[in-house]
């Protein structure tokens, strides 16, 4: 029988996670690689609705691993369902988009089964031989990467960071995939935290995913006083002031200006980073932009790598001048 | 409460980085800091400490040169440290650091452990949450609020694009900390004269060796990652680049 790979996705009150599809993409890419059976899963209360959504993509077959307890998401629900699911499947590999959500269970998962996660990756290869499977992910903030193999047995656990696999790319089986309802028990004392309902802090004062132009500083600007600096060059553009999350911290600019996964995404035609190093969870909210200009320092930044035009400098030298060519060319 | 804190020692931000001959870590030669998730950790559990009483130990596994980072806690007000010294600690992964630090505080009785929600270095943000399987106990991630409420926590869990969620739960529990969630304090002089009289354990790779095992995955090849983006580098003195960048903003980029 042939090893297979099984993809876990995620639903929130009976709405697949986007993200999902960008993992089951890489789970038919490695299946395409490897000649292993594809497999998914989504987990929770009634989803098989959900189950049929996914069983219309390219897998094998598709489970609903279902139980009251799984109703609303714990760490200690999920982990103790998905432990029984997965012992008694046992896939060789179990793929699964690194969420806030995944994130929060998926180590005591691999821990009470006694494995390990590759977690965060953006891709995956052979290696040399041909043998081993490799996953990479990012180090150091981006900074590096590497190719990470795992030296246990199977479960092997492996997240895919957002982005990482095209969700549109999916492909769509020839004819729907069987969908089979697990039940899982989990007893009531398994679950020792109480989550209330979601809610979001305040009403957002500014859309910034409107937008066309965006100047957007981080950590780079140094002190609170420089901001003007930047919104002066917003203004000369006609855009809008936006920041990476250390500024918005530090209240140096109100929370909804900040962009990433924890803030807003935004796809404008310009987006102008002024000392943004490019960590990721940056990345994920202006990836989108049409075009992106970064002026950083450090010409190592991983800010440059999805930069379209790139000045390596001090911001202080270059924004000023900047302000006086851009007032010059409006008037 | 009694509350542990792991904290991790980290190259400096803008250390600049070179990989090591056999391309699998990078050259150890830079300077360090600590792990800024982790300095909230601590700053959170010195506040905790200060509303409600109790003690602020702060862990570490690292080099010698990780004792910095503990130094820096204990200066702070943590009451005292444990240092798992080794350089073989380095290239443990997150599940062995967990196993590392669980044998290391057996016989500790902890209400709570905070840690940073994850490294700058490996990134792996799973050692908090390995740690409470472990232990036992439960857990809750990327944390913006801690709060007492009957028999146990109250806490505000970010979600991802601004949404939140209050999580409570019983004590002992652990619980990894996002970056924001207060304001960072700095060491005062007499602080860090205190620190130098407070108790610091060290504790040997030996000491824990047989509750930890062979690493579960390893890095086979570390590398600068290649660039997919076709990038146009804009050079000259200020003024020129000005020049140039307005230029495209006004033909290619046009928004001008
Ligand atoms: C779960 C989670 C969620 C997160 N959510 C978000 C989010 O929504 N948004 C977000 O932004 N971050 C988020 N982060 C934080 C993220 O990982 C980074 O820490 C953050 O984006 C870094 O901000 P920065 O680039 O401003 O600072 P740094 O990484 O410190 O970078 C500063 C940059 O400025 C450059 N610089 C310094 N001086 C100058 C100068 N004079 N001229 C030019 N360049 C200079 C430096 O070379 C450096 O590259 C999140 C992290 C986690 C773990």
Redesign the interface.
Known sequence: MPETILVVTEQREGKLNRVSWETLAAGQAIASETGWTLEAAVIGDGVSAIANEIAAKKTAKVYAVESPALKTYTPDAFSAGLKQFLTSRQPKLVLMPHTYQVRDFIPKLATAMGRSVVSDCIGFRKDKDGGKLLFTRQMFQGKFAADVSLQCDAPWFVTFQNGAFRGDKVETGASAAPVEVVKVEIPAETVRTKPQEVFKEAKQAVDLTQAEIIVSVGRGIKEQKNIELAKQLADALGGEIAASRPICDSGWLPMDRQIGSSGQTVAPKLYLALGISGAIQHIVGMKGARSVVAINKDHEAPIFEIADVAVVGNLFDIVPPLIEEVKKAKS | MKILVCVKQV?Q??A??K?NESGTW?REDVSYEVNEPDAFALEEALRQKEKHGGEVVAITAGPARAQQVLREALAKGADRAIHLEDPGFVGL???NT?RAFAAAIKDEKFDLIFTGLQS???????TG??L???MGW?????IMQIEKSDGGIKVK??????????????LPAVLTIQ??INKLRYATLIGIKQAKNKPLRKVTLAEVQSAIG????????????Q????????EGS??E???K??D???N?????
């Open positions: 190259p931000k803008d600049p980085l990989l990078i992964d997150a599940f967990a700058d270095d490996y990134g792996f943000a799973q949450v390995i409470a399987d472990l439960p857990h809750a991630t990327i869990r970010e979600l991802e694009a601004g949404y939140f969620q209050f999580v409570e739960m019983p970056s924001g062979a690493n579960l995955q390893k890095i086979e090849r570390m590398y600068i990652p660039k997919t983006k076709k990038t146009e580098y804009l200020p003024g680049i000005a020049k960048l307005v495209k903003l006004r290619e980029i046009r928004v001008l």
